[in-house]
């Protein structure tokens, strides 16, 4: 079994900050790549940003420059500090993960149940 545990989420003030954490724990053989969707009402889930086992990153246009992703290859987790945020930034964050579960699997994604971000004032 894997499991993807979420933390971080809540309501923050417009231009306020949180960090949003992904804990992978389970049967893993090795973590590929790293990432972060969301979930806005009414909308489809789209990508916020991915990070690599090598550390290579990628952002949606919506927010670069005012969010970074991060991983602890040791612990396996990802973060994702969010900064400047913004009403429209409002949704439900997923945190997706690839992973190997043996030397003799190939490479599957799993999801995490998704936490609530909401800015508002």
């Known amino acids: 079994q894997v499991q993807l545990v979420e933390s971080g989420g809540g309501l923050v003030q417009p231009g306020g900050s949180l960090r949003l954490s992904c804990a992978a724990s389970?049967?893993?053989?090795?973590?590929?790549?790293m990432g972060w969707y969301r979930q806005a009402p009414g909308k489809q889930r789209e990508l916020v940003a991915s990070?690599?086992?090598?550390?290579?990153?990628n952002y949606a246009d919506s927010v670069k420059g005012r969010f970074t992703i991060s991983r602890d290859n040791a612990k396996n987790t990802v973060h994702l500090q969010m900064n400047s945020l913004k009403p429209e930034d409002t949704a439900v964050y997923f945190c997706?993960?690839?992973?190997?579960?043996?030397?003799?699997?190939?490479?599957?994604?799993?999801w995490g149940q998704g936490t609530q971000v909401t800015v508002s004032s």
């Open positions: 997706n993960v690839w992973m190997r579960r043996s030397t003799y699997s190939s490479a599957q994604d799993y």
């Open positions: 389970g049967s893993i053989f090795s973590i590929n790549a």
């Open positions: 990070i690599t086992s090598g550390g290579v990153t």
